[in-house]
Every structure is written in C-alpha cells, then in structure tokens.
C-alpha cells in the first residue's frame, strides 16, 4: 500500500545564521573602531498563515532582524530565503519580486503617510510602483472599504483622519497588492486602548480570510497573546527563546523571557 501521507510545505520566510554588526567611530587614531553586534546568530521561520511575534526592549536587535527580512540592509553573515528564493539588497527592479510579497505598516500613523498625498494616491502608490495590473480605482476602494474606511476617503487628505484611521489607511496601502507576508513594526503603539482593540481584530479577520502570514514586532505583551501564533523574544541581538506563545509565555525558560512576562501590569 502506498504512503500518503503529505509532507509539510516548507516555511515561507527562512533566517538562518543572521548577525549585523556595525563598525564604530574610532576613540584613537591608532587602533580600528569598536564593533558593535546589533544582530547574533539569529534564526527563524514564518510559515504561510502563521503569526509570528518579535518581543524585546529598545535596541534588542527587532527592527534589524526585520530590515535584513526585507533586503533592506545586508547581514554581515547568514542568509534569508523567502519562498525558497535568496533575500538580500538589491537594485529596486530585482527586488521587485519580493516587495511583490510583502507588506510593511510602521509605528507612527502620522508620520508614514505622506501629507502632500491624498489618501487615494497613497494606498494605490505599491499598485503603481509593482506594476500590478488591473483597475487600480476600484482595488484601492475595495480595500478601504475592508479596513473600515469608506470608498469616498480616497479623495480626503491624511490630517483629516485620526489617528486609528491613518493606521488603517496604513494597512489599506499595505495590503492592497494582496502581499503574502504583512509585517507590523510596533504598529499600534501610538494607538489608545480602544482603537488598538480595532486594529487588532482586524488584523485577525484579514490573517484568517487571505492566509496572510504575519510578523510582528511589539512590546506589548497583551496584544502577542491575542494575535501570535509563535514568538521570539530578543535580548542584546540575541534571540533567546522561542516557540508557541502560550508556551513561553506562561512557562518561559530564560530569565528575560520571565522578567519581560512579569513586567505586564495585572489587576488582582
């Protein structure tokens, strides 16, 4: 009798082995510059549909791992592979591959748009600059409209909108050209409570309804537990735990992963 069993697909994003190290400014003029490891060693993996979450202080090394991620800044060694094809910095046209795939929403709504551009203009500017086909007019509609906004925003301007709507005209632009892989860099930090609730379930219905794998960088320890899948938790540009977030979450087995779970306020 034949096995059929199904061998698991491979995972979409693949970090193996990656450090960045910075060379700095140099104290004598007789001796090299201290060096500085921003990243070290660090692997990880995000399969297609998968969240996955990045925890860690200021300066632990998240926003590095996610430029070298997206081929915006080149590892001092180690590789990235995404969907089986090799990710480094490149001329735009040869990466355009790549931003085909993803999608990127930051952390300030009010700085990531630009004024000078109406909101229209905005979410269809990677439909534009990726070459995808189609009726740009009526893809940027339907998007808004699926991240809550209303077809008539795109001819508003970005300071007519809160600050949780500019964060959804964010993720309207992300997500337009239908990328596989959406990565969030702190994207409701500078969000309140209630809108961050928003944002949240919002970003699970799109996860859930595309297959929309997900990475996001964040402190918040609240908002990991509803939305990721897995989690890596850096310190000094080292990851030193990862796995299912309810695992290392509720039982974490390096001291940092138990000082940043015990530094959550909680209400008796």
Known sequence: MSDTTTAPAPPLLIARGLTRTFTLPR????????????????????????SVALIGESGSGKSTLVRLLLALDRATSGTVTFDGRT???????RLRWLRRQSGIVLQ??????????????TVAEPLRALGVEGDHDRLV???????????????????????G??????????????????IGDEPMSALDVTVRAQILELLR??????????????HDIGLVQHLADRVAVLRDGRIVEQGVTDD???????????TLVESVPTLD
């Open 108 to 121: 300030d709504p009010y700085s990531s748009l630009d004024p000078r551009m109406r909101v229209g203009d």
């Open 248 to 258: 290392v979450l509720r039982r974490p087995q390096h001291p940092y992963t138990r």
């Open 141 to 163: 509609a339907e998007m808004l409209e699926r991240v809550g906004l209303a077809a008539e925003d795109a001819a508003s301007w970005p300071h007519e909108f809160s600050g």
């Open 205 to 218: 219905e799109l996860r859930d309804e595309r297959g929309l794998a997900l990475l996001l960088v964040s």
């Open 27 to 50: 104290r004598s003029p007789f001796q090299p510059g201290p060096v500085r490891h921003a990243l070290v060693d660090a692997d990880l993996e995000v399969a297609a549909g998968e």
């Open 165 to 182: 709507q500019r964060q959804r005209i964010a993720l309207a632009r992300a997500l337009v050209h239908r990328p596989r892989l959406l």
């Open 87 to 93: 990710v480094a910095p490149d001329r735009a046209s």
